[in-house]
């Protein structure tokens, strides 16, 4: 992988920047090299590369006012005008909400265990996403296709540099397999689900297990049915409150709070958030982490950060500049710019240690159901970007998953579950299961109860 | 390999800072080259780009976001695979690598310098230049000083005409482009693009009452835009929906016969149908529609039209991102199917003929069929007749998104919402989602009003997010299934 020369580009920014008058400025680059393979019935349907660079550069005028400016052009050229065009931004920098730099930004950084890989090379990956859309299809006649599937793999750098001598340079390689077959039964309406996996290097995939997972969750919706519209107990699985939970993440945001968009505000810490066994972490540095990164865009370290400690909101995400507003420290949670956003990397959600009632609740519902409505098993939820208001609380959200009734567990055929998040999270009854690893965290299975679903007529 | 990101890696010949004649040799090689390496075409993307950004919360100007930059695609075909590479390298030996990496893909290896083979390409065609008059459109821009003002007035009018605003915020985007596209079937064009959109948002709130609002006014190759925009009645119509809809009930779920109010309303053909008739989706086998030109997928009352045409729209375009002219394409005619929008790759794959719809986000996508400006045409109703018809229904006056699933099972939020009784709008409703399937809601659709109208929007899908008008008179589904609490 072609490796960015961070000394160099201090150098030139230095010179670029004495030339233009700025004292003050800090700077993120990125670089990355990706392959990726798509294929459609044993054919290689589309192969692609990219080699991306990238810089966004930050500086202070003489008020103390902060502009920014990014580009992919890294000639010299490019970065004067950059710079210039930072320094004519900062202008119209906010005197309310000034980022300075972090007090972090050269405080000492966690070990990642993150192995660097040699790229396979894009027709390695097409044979191994041939092979595997072979053993997917091979599954079961109903499966005709995987309409959706890709092989990538992707190194890449990142850099934070700043004028006063912080530099942060991270290096990564990773790799991802999806599948999402489609299958289809005369007279049947089309049936689709799939199955994602990250790992560091394309040879370190368990595409085996992605071809088993696509395969079992496909075929478990061939038999459907329609569910009535009413209200019922669900359970998520961990992949579907990990979503909701994210999407709704502007509960702990600090950017969001101190905007207006959120439904937390200052005082909402220490205040009771949800059940009183729930906790939610953000831990960018766990190990299931693919991907993850020991520096946020303004070269903060990451950290785990209990942000609901039994039921209790304890602490929100932060930037530099949200910490200085609610005197804390910066959390290592923020991205780069004039007005520098604040997200979260990678949940942790399970019971509070010590907590009792997590699994009380099971208990009783599992009392109370027999010859009920049924329990509806929720495994992944979709068009979150359309139908969750973050700033409401609201949401309303298509959903795969299974309704079981009478010891049998049935395919739901379309619906949609509504509800308000400060309410759900207030009626989890318990988790169930060992918490498992994803993509976007850790979490068990979760049961709600009283949620809105509507049903497809 | 270590990268100084000097400048001899980036342009070295100084090409890259305007596209024209000059680039008509390196890229002949270059095509030259991938020709005579045994690909059946070879097209080379260059692009240029000049964003701003500027967001403005409350009385303050909180974010000023510019960014430029520079790149190229280069994708080979050969036979009906296909190679993409991208890189922001536009040197010579930048793009050769590029094209190295691209054939390869395709078990191809491109020739020596030293030692050319004989190729079949002919050289380009006469430069078509879309672009030459739009050059003083990047110059003829609101200034920064200009934007952020304006911007402050739509803050201003916002807390003048709403109440219980929590959080009041406008955003401008100005998006220039200049691309040259080349191919080795003589393919030779430049153009300039232009889009500048802007959005007024509230959040108001009341105690437990919380409602949130929001419009968007995109044109394209307009730089009096933001000059032109009325910014009173745009702070008019975002604080009258959110105060409407701030102490609304939430709709409860049910199966009714739906209006759709014109404009933004187009959303849900857009993402229902539309999709399905890109041939992006006949290659996946993911549309029902696929063998039914010809055939009645929809009702007689509903005309659909994807162009690329009316002017300072949006999704309209001088020439796609593949050189071609765009046409207006009738998609549906009095409900019969009668074309799918393609691109070079679903010309080749699926055999319908290109209709100038190859679109991408950026170098950095390979370009495929996607809509332009797609709309229902008007039908002869008043949009209280629609209304008039309905005993019991429910009224969408403002869309929010939506997706649609790999099975065509569609989902949308509505904004703003009221029931309709005997005929009647009655009383505001929020938290509604409209759920269902293209292929069966489609011969729901049974009256359109005369007032169609269209807005601007943007499409994201496979190659990328790209900027899109929907659009369509009021309109009348018969039933469609409201989810709700």
């Known amino acids: 992988m072609d490796k960015l020369d961070a000394p160099a580009l201090r150098s030139r920014i230095e010179t670029f920047a004495q030339a233009q008058a700025i004292g003050r400025w800090d700077l993120g680059a990125a670089s990355s090299n990706d392959s990726s393979v798509q294929v459609d019935r044993g054919e290689a349907k589309q192969m692609k590369a990219a080699q991306r660079s990238s810089i966004t550069v930050r500086v202070w005028n003489g008020e103390g006012l902060v502009g920014i400016t990014s580009t992919s052009d890294l000639s010299d050229r490019g970065l004067q005008k950059a710079l210039a065009g930072a320094q004519d931004a900062s202008a119209f920098g906010n005197p309310d909400d000034c980022p300075a730099f972090s007090p972090l930004a050269t405080a000492p950084l966690q070990v990642l265990e993150q192995p660097l890989h040699e790229p396979r090379g894009i027709l390695e990956l097409l044979t191994s996403l041939k092979d595997a859309e072979r053993q997917l299809l091979d599954r079961h006649p109903a499966l005709t296709t995987v309409p959706y599937n890709g092989l990538a793999e992707r190194s890449s750098e990142r850099i934070y540099l700043n004028s006063e001598g912080a530099c942060r340079q991270q290096q990564l390689t990773t790799a991802s397999v999806y599948l999402y077959a489609r299958a289809e039964q005369a007279g049947r309406k089309p049936r689709s689900a799939g199955a994602v996996r990250l790992a560091y290097g394309a040879s370190d995939l368990d595409i085996a297990g992605c071809v088993g997972e696509a395969a079992e969750r496909t075929i478990a919706h061939l038999d459907y049915a329609p569910i009535p519209t009413g209200h019922y107990t669900c359970v998520f699985s961990p992949e579907a409150f990990l979503d909701l939970i994210g999407a709704f993440s502007s509960l702990f945001n600090a950017r969001a709070v101190l905007d207006g968009v959120s439904l937390s505000s200052r005082n909402s810490l220490g205040q009771s958030l949800a059940v009183p066994f729930l906790s939610i972490a953000d831990n960018g540095l766990h190990p299931g982490n693919i991907g993850a990164s020991n520096f946020d865009g303004e070269g903060t370290p990451t950290r785990r950060l209990s942000l609901v400690e039994g039921g209790v909101l304890q602490n929100f995400l932060h930037s530099e500049a949200t910490a200085r507003a609610f005197g804390v420290a910066p959390t290592g949670h923020a991205g780069l710019g004039a007005k520098v956003s604040v997200g979260p990397d990678w949940f942790e959600i399970g019971a509070t240690p010590g907590a009792t009632g997590a699994t009380l609740g099971l208990d009783r519902l599992a009392a109370s159901r027999q010859g009920g409505p049924g329990l509806v098993l929720i495994d992944s939820l979709s068009a979150l970007h359309a139908g969750v208001k973050a700033s409401q609380g609201s949401f309303s959200l298509p959903f795969d998953g299974w309704l079981l009734k009478g010891g049998e567990a049935r395919s739901i055929e379309a619906a949609t579950v509504a509800g308000d998040i400060r309410s759900l999270l207030n009626a989890i009854v318990g988790f169930e299961g060992e918490a498992k690893v994803t993509p976007d965290g850790l979490c068990p299975h979760v049961w709600v109860e009283g949620l809105s679903i509507t049903g497809e007529a | ?485």
Not at chain 2, 6 to 21: E, K, R, W
Not at chain 2, 97 to 115: D, F, T
Not at chain 2, 201 to 215: I, K, P, W
Not at chain 2, 400 to 428: C, H, M, R, W
């Open chain 2, 1 to 485: 390999m270590v990268v100084t990101l000097s400048p001899s890696s980036a342009s070295p010949s100084g090409l890259a800072d305007h596209f024209d004649q000059a680039w008509r040799s390196p890229l002949e090689s270059l095509l030259g080259l991938g020709s005579a390496a045994g690909a059946d075409l070879v097209e080379v993307f260059l692009e240029r780009t000049d964003h701003l950004g500027v967001l403005a919360e409350q009385e303050r100007i909180t974010s000023v976001s510019p960014a430029f930059g520079t790149g190229a695609g280069i994708r080979v075909f050969r036979g009906e695979r296909d190679g993409f590479v991208s890189t922001n390298d536009l040197s010579e030996a930048g793009l050769r690598r590029a094209l190295e990496q691209a054939l390869g893909m395709l078990g191809l290896a491109a020739p020596s310098l030293a030692n050319p083979a004989p190729s079949g390409f002919n050289g380009l065609a006469t430069l078509r230049d879309f672009g030459a008059s739009k050059a003083p459109w990047l110059g003829a821009c609101p200034s920064l000083a200009e934007a952020t003002t304006r911007l402050l007035e739509g803050t201003d009018q916002l807390e003048r005409q709403g109440a219980h605003l929590q959080a009041r915020r406008g955003s401008y985007a100005r998006d220039w482009q200049e691309v040259l596209v080349a191919a080795s079937d003589g393919t030779f064009a430049r153009d300039i693009r232009l889009h500048q959109s802007l959005g007024l948002t509230v959040l108001a709130a009341d105690g437990e009452h919380r409602a949130s609002a929001g419009r968007r006014y995109g044109s394209s190759g307009r730089p009096e835009h933001l000059a032109q925009w009325d910014v009173e009645a745009s702070a008019q119509e975002v604080c009258s929906s959110a105060g409407t809809m701030l102490y609304s009930d939430y709709v409860e779920a049910c199966q009714v016969p739906v209006v759709l109010a014109n404009r933004f309303g187009g959303v849900i053909f857009h993402e229902a149908c539309g999709h399905l008739l890109e041939t992006t989706q006949v290659e996946r086998g993911t549309t029902p529609f696929a063998d039914q030109v010809g055939e009645l997928i929809a009702h007689e009352a509903v005309t659909a039209i994807d162009e690329g045409l009316s002017d300072g729209a949006f999704g309209s375009l001088s020439m796609d991102d593949e050189g071609m002219e765009p046409q207006r394409t009738v998609l549906i005619e009095n409900g019969v199917l009668r074309r799918f929008l393609s691109d070079r790759a679903g010309e080749r794959r699926t055999g319908h003929e290109r209709t100038g719809s190859g679109r991408r986000q950026s170098h950095a996508f390979a370009a495929a069929s996607r809509m332009r400006n797609t709309y229902i045409a008007a039908g002869p109703h008043s949009p209280a007749e629609l209304i008039a018809s309905v005993e019991k229904g429910l009224y969408c006056k403002a869309m929010g998104g939506g997706s649609v699933g790999p099975t065509g099972q569609f989902n949308f939020a509505v904004e703003e919402g009221y029931l309709i009784e005997d005929g009647q709008l009655t009383k505001p409703v929020k938290g509604a989602t409209l759920i269902g399937e293209a292929k069966e809601v489609m011969p729901r659709i049974s009256m359109c009003a005369n007032d169609l109208e269209l807005a601007a929007g943007f499409c994201g899908s496979v190659s990328g997010s790209i900027f899109v008008t929907v659009g369509q008179p009021h309109i009348k589904v018969d039933s469609i299934t409201v989810g709700g609490r």
